[in-house]
């Protein structure tokens, strides 16, 4: 058991590196937003289950409804977000990203990429190999870890990508 915490202490220390690493890269988005940190909490959420009502954003965050209402007002007037009807319920408004809500977030959320694939390019044939079952493993763990939580209250919009061709599906556990 000691062997196996001290391989998490060292993957967690590569990852803290390589996280310190991305993020000393200036490029990123967020160093362009000028949004606060419950702003992109919204817009993160909205991103993730494509909408939802204040109430549910108030749930999730858990602030007053107040608190959103001025959060998502000020979205809105960015033209970040947008409220429409719900068509199950006309008394209550869904709040979903507009076109340039999604923009920035897709920006965000694939901050980084172009770098990341700098970097796998370095790496050859087997090393390439060994990240992509390490990082199917992550991946098949972060899974699973989200459906045994009960703070996932909507599937996210954003599933597994299809292997493309040549991507090595094999997790080492058949």
Do not use: C
């Amino acid at each position: 058991m000691a062997q196996r915490d001290e391989l998490i202490d060292q993957i967690m220390a590569t990852h803290r590196r390589l996280q310190l690493l991305f993020a000393s890269d200036r490029s990123d988005p967020l160093f362009d937003s000028h949004l606060t940190v419950p702003q992109l909490k919204i817009l993160l959420l909205l991103y993730l289950h494509g909408s939802a009502s204040g109430q549910e954003l108030s749930q999730v965050l858990g602030v007053r409804m107040a608190t959103v209402t001025g959060i998502v007002d000020r979205l809105a007037a960015h033209r970040l977000v947008g409220r429409r009807e719900d068509p199950r319920d006309r008394r209550v408004r869904r709040i979903e990203l507009t076109d340039d809500g999604r923009q920035l977030m897709d920006r965000i959320v694939t901050a980084g990429t172009d770098r990341q694939a700098r970097l796998l390019a370095r790496l050859d044939t087997d090393e390439l190999r060994t990240v992509a079952v390490a990082t199917r493993l992550l991946v098949d763990a972060a899974e699973a870890d989200l459906a045994e939580t009960d703070t996932a209250q909507v599937e996210p919009r954003h599933t597994r990508p299809a292997p493309s061709s040549g991507q090595v599906e094999s997790t080492g556990r058949e």
